[in-house]
C-alpha cells in the first residue's frame, strides 16, 4: 500500500510502544523466575518472527491476491513508500498477544509478543534502510542490500528473508551471484 514518508516509518514509534505495553502488563508483580521466563519467550518470539517473515513473504506476498498485487507494486517501485500500515500491523500484533495470552502464562504471552513485535520492528528498519539508507561497501548493510537487491530482480525465486538469510540456506532459496554474473539458487 502506498503511503507517505511518515505513514511508512510509524511501525518505529508505534512497536516500542506496544512492545513496552506487553512489558509492563506481563511482568507486573512477576517474580525472577517469570521475568526469566519472559526473557526466553522474548527471544523465542524474535526467532519465532523470522520464520514468518520468510514464510508471509514467500508465499502470501508472492501468491495470494491481493497482497501479491501490493507486493508487485512494490518490487516495481523500491524506493516508493509502499507497506504494511501500523493501523492493520499493530491489531494483528496486539490479536496475536491476546491469542498467546489464552494458551500461555501472563508472561510468557507478552514476551513472545513483544518478541514477535521486536523481530517486525528489526525486520521493519532494515527493510527500509536497505532500500533508503546508503551502506558501507563490504559491510553488513551492504550485504543485505544486495541480497535483498537478488530478490527484487524480474523473475527472483528466493531471497526472501529480510532480516536473515537462515531461512532462504534452509529451504534451497538463497541464491548467489557468480563472477560471470549468472546465478545460482543454494551453496
Known sequence: MAMSRWSYRADQAVFPLLMAAAGAASLR????????????CLL?????????????HRWVLHHVPPFKRLHEAHHAHPGEFIGTPAWLSAPLF???????????????AGGAAAGLMAGYLAYSLLHDAVHHRR????GWL????????RHHRPGARGDFGVSTAFWDRLFGTATTIRCNGSRRRGR
Request: hydrophobic share 45%.
Open 29 to 40: 508483580h512477576a517474580s525472577i523466575r517469570q521475568t526469566e521466563e519472559w526473557l526466553g
Open 44 to 56: 523465542s518470539g524474535v526467532g519465532a518472527w523470522t520464520f514468518l517473515e520468510y514464510v508471509l
Open 94 to 108: 496486539v490479536l496475536a498477544w491476546l491469542t498467546l495470552a489464552r494458551e500461555l502464562s501472563r508472561p510468557a
Open 135 to 138: 551502506a558501507t561497501p563490504g
Open 142 to 149: 551492504a550485504r543485505a542490500k544486495q541480497r535483498h537487491a
